[in-house]
Nanobody
């Protein structure tokens, strides 16, 4: 089992930045690809960014490109999502997910473990 705990969410003004963290515990982080997803009120959950193991390959949803950066610190079993130039439509609950394979997936179904989510609210 892998437990994932997100942190770093909060309220920020449009144009501001936040850095989300996701700490993994319970078993080795090794060979796990990681992803960030989000769910806005009334909408389905969508993928934001993914990173493979050990971290040389990243992918971003179109709406995240150029503004968000996913990274991982493997010795710390932690993955990050740096979010810059935030917009009101980035408001959502952000979820961290772990996949029991080194290659990442942009599909929810590809992930085996999920965190509880952290709320990000961007005011205009």
């Amino acid at each position: 089992q892998v437990q994932l705990v997100e942190s770093g969410g909060g309220l920020v003004q449009a144009g501001g930045s936040l850095r989300l963290s996701c700490a993994a515990s319970g078993r080795s982080f090794r060979n796990f690809a990681m992803g960030w997803f989000r769910q806005a009120p009334g909408k389905e959950r969508e993928y934001v960014a993914t990173i493979n193991w050990p971290g040389g390959l990243t992918r971003y949803a179109e709406r995240a490109k150029g503004r968000f950066t996913i990274s991982r610190d493997n010795p710390k079993n932690t993955v990050y999502l740096q979010m810059d130039s935030l917009r009101p439509d980035d408001t959502a609950v952000y979820y961290c997910a772990a996949r029991s394979a080194p290659t990442a997936s942009t599909r929810e179904e590809g992930y085996d473990y999920w965190g509880q989510g952290t709320q990000v609210t961007v005011s205009s």
